[in-house]
């Protein structure tokens, strides 16, 4: 049986409406999931929210990007009858009510999203200072695809876990990670080999797995032993197929 860590990605997505809190706390409260990854970005008046979009089409009722909008703005929007009508009135949760839902101290992975790397570093330090204000430092870890917000998180909070997003495989892996100051490396799943994997456990990396659905696809990473935590839109194919009773 494997024990591989279960992350739910944007919640546990295949049963309710993506980064909402009714997909969060359906991972946060079931005993076999293990944490959640979710994507955070900054509103117009500097408020870290939860949504993966950087415009608001696909998951609300509203119009426009994310970040020209004041936070009561978005709070008016319905994030969850576009999944389905039963999640009529869900609301874009904030940061700071993900962080007071993690109850059980699970594993949350923060997802730092802004469309272009920002000098002035405004969406780091409210995470981290929220992350700090809720002593959730031991229970958290940073990714971003922005690799700049990954190297600054490290140097402002080396405490805090951290590590790049990784989308196919690029070369001088190592390296980048040691100038980053990563913890960890979040990567595309099909891109891990046995022999990949192997060399990141030497370099003393430990690694998501994203976005794994297929039963198939997960029964492949399950031999690739604990270092690789299965990121994924439905804990409930991973937990058959680990041979879950539950
Ligand atoms: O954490 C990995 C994954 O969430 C990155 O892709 O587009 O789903 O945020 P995306
Ligand atoms: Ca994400």
């Known amino acids: 049986m494997s024990n591989q860590l279960c992350l739910a990605h944007r919640g546990w997505s295949g049963k309710a409406p993506e980064n909402t809190l009714s997909a969060i706390n359906l ?3 079931h005993p076999e999931v293990d944490g959640v990854e979710f994507d955070v970005q900054l509103t117009k008046d500097h408020i870290p929210v939860v949504i993966h979009d950087y415009t608001l089409e696909r998951t609300t009722n509203g119009r426009g990007l994310v970040r020209d909008h004041t936070f009561a703005e978005l709070r008016a929007l319905d994030a969850g009858s576009w999944y389905h009508d039963s999640f009529l009135g869900e609301k874009i949760p904030s940061l700071e009510e993900v962080l007071i839902a ?3 101290h699970k594993q949350l992975n923060i997802e730092l999203k802004q469309m272009n790397s920002s000098p002035d570093r405004v969406l780091e330090e409210k995470v981290l ?3 700090e204000q809720y ?3 031991e ?3 940073v990714t971003s695809f922005q690799h700049q917000m990954i190297y600054h998180v490290k140097r402002m909070a080396p405490q805090i876990k ?3 997003l990784i989308y196919g495989m ?3 892996l190592k390296e980048q990670a040691e100038h980053l100051g990563a913890d960890l490396l979040s990567l595309c799943y099909p891109y891990l080999t046995p022999e990949l994997v192997k060399h990141i456990g030497e370099w003393g990396y430990s690694i998501i797995a ?3 659905d297929e039963p198939d696809h997960m029964r492949m990473l399950a031999h690739l032993g604990p270092s690789v935590q299965i990121c994924t839109n439905h804990p409930d194919r991973w937990l058959e197929v680990k041979g879950s009773t539950i």
């Open 27 to 29: 991972a946060l409260n």
């Open 102 to 104: 993690n109850q059980n």
């Open 129 to 131: 200072r929220l992350v």
């Open 135 to 137: 002593d959730m430092e």
């Open 139 to 141: 229970h958290v870890v």
């Open 162 to 164: 951290a590590g790049p």
């Open 170 to 172: 690029p070369m001088m």
């Open 210 to 212: 994203w976005t794994v």
